[in-house]
């Protein structure tokens, strides 16, 4: 059985030798939150484009203000959104707002709180030495310089900078659409009210919210029956989007029959379990050209799984880096025993009472417990070596995220 790890490995490693191209497309630039940016921007000019003054005070040559207290001749105010035409003398200063262009001869600017001037003289109570308080032209990105790459998914300080270079109509792939295909003869429809001896179709939920979250189309199939007829259809259906994800019916009992019935399409097994807790029955391959994942049915387990491996996976077929899922630092508050040999993920919540963070097991009954990690901000992340963790030490810390 794989670890984590190299299960994590295995799914980058699938999908990089199958060269994924995802289509292109344009938006207007107010639909392009959260998307793939399809090429690399460039910077259309100097940025800032003019020498900025960072402050409310006076420019002047900062040879003039050496030797402190200084008095300096006032020439005129440059405004943020004037520039000033004449050039500043050996003595003079004009005073400047922040955002304003520097005027020529200047090279520092003296915060208005260091200053006085009751009339056209200004006196300089601090020295500033060249450069002060001014951000020079292109220091943060020379014309024609790359300032966004390709593959970047575009979020508010993207979209900001998007904005700032001009780009009014972005470039982005296009999104993947996933089919995702909830299996088991005791789910019903959330609409329709369970007999006592069935389960509402949970998955399909959490699942779209996770792909819509992840940059995806979650295009929903009707739920399949244990039955290997009726699941055939629909895989095959599933197929023709860029990714399918299953849940359930991946385990070895009797009813089990998703591995088999895409085997029987010619599918290819990269992995069908991995070293993991929750989520050790889980099914990673490609079936006419495409891949798939088959989850766990457990509602944790498919959480989870989705958050590891499917998430990353989408993120290359939407045109994005490979992105790993990231882990924190810190202090488990209580004892922690297991002899597993897995990999577990624990719903926990993360607080911060004083200077390291905290990390505490929340209650839960495993890996069917929805209720246990809509109480979790996080999963705390126990090793298969880590068999004696002790209170106080360091573990690793998933977050569980707004958007997972
Ligand atoms: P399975 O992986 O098919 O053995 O299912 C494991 C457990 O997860 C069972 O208790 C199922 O009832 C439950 N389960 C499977 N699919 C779903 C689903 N779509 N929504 C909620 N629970 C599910
Ligand atoms: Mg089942």
């Known amino acids: 059985m794989l670890s984590f790890e190299e299960a994590l490995t295995t799914v980058r490693e699938r999908l990089a030798a199958a060269e994924h191209r995802p289509g292109r497309e344009v938006v207007p630039l107010g639909e392009a939150r959260g998307r793939i940016l399809a090429e690399d921007v460039l910077a259309d000019r100097d940025y800032p484009p003019f020498h900025r003054s960072l402050r409310d005070g006076f420019a002047v040559r900062s040879q003039d203000v050496l030797t402190v207290p ?10 943020a959104g004037e520039h000033f035409a004449g050039e500043i003398g050996t003595g003079e200063c004009v005073s400047i707002m922040t955002g304003a262009p520097l005027p020529a001869g200047a090279d520092a600017v003296v915060m208005v709180e260091h200053t006085q001037s009751p009339d056209d003289r200004v006196r300089i109570h601090r020295a500033v030495h060249s450069g ?60 329709k009210r369970p007999e006592w001896f069935q389960i509402r179709n949970s998955n399909a939920v959490s699942l779209s919210a996770q792909v819509a979250g992840a940059g995806g189309i979650p295009h929903c199939l009707a739920i399949a029956p ?11 259906e599933g197929l023709n989007a860029d990714l399918l994800l299953l849940s359930g019916g991946v385990s070895a009992g009797k009813y089990d029959f998703v591995e088999q019935v895409l085997a029987d399409l010619g599918a290819e097994f990269y992995f069908q379990s991995v070293a993991l807790r929750p989520g050790k029955p889980l099914v990673f391959g490609r079936a006419a050209g495409k891949f798939f994942f088959g989850l766990p049915g457990n509602p944790v387990s ?8 499917a998430r990353p996976t989408l993120a290359v077929l939407g045109g994005a880096d490979f992105e790993a899922p990231l882990f924190l630092r810190a202090r488990l508050d209580k004892s922690f025993q297991q ?54 030490d360091w573990v690793d810390v998933m977050l569980k995220g707004p958007e997972y």
């Open 226 to 236: 244990d039955r290997p007829d009726a699941l055939r259809s629909l895989i095959q």
């Open 302 to 309: 498919t959480f989870v799984t989705f958050t590891l491996f």
């Open 70 to 79: 200084a008095r300096l001749r006032l020439r005129g105010e440059i405004r």
């Open 132 to 191: 002060e308080n001014v951000v020079q032209q292109g220091s943060e990105a020379r014309a024609g310089a790359r300032v966004l790459p390709q593959g970047r998914r575009l979020g508010p300080g993207e979209l900001g900078l998007l904005a700032s270079v001009g780009k009014s109509q972005v470039p982005i792939f296009a999104q993947p659409v996933v089919a995702i295909i909830p299996t088991g003869d005791e789910l019903v429809p959330v609409e």
């Open 339 to 392: 002899r597993s040999g897995l990999t577990a993920f624990l719903p926990a919540r993360l607080e911060r009472p004083s200077a390291d963070p905290v990390v505490s097991l929340v209650r839960w009954q495993g890996s069917g417990d929805l209720v246990g990690v809509a109480a979790a901000n996080c999963f705390a992340v126990i090793h298969p070596e880590e068999t004696s963790v002790a209170a106080g």
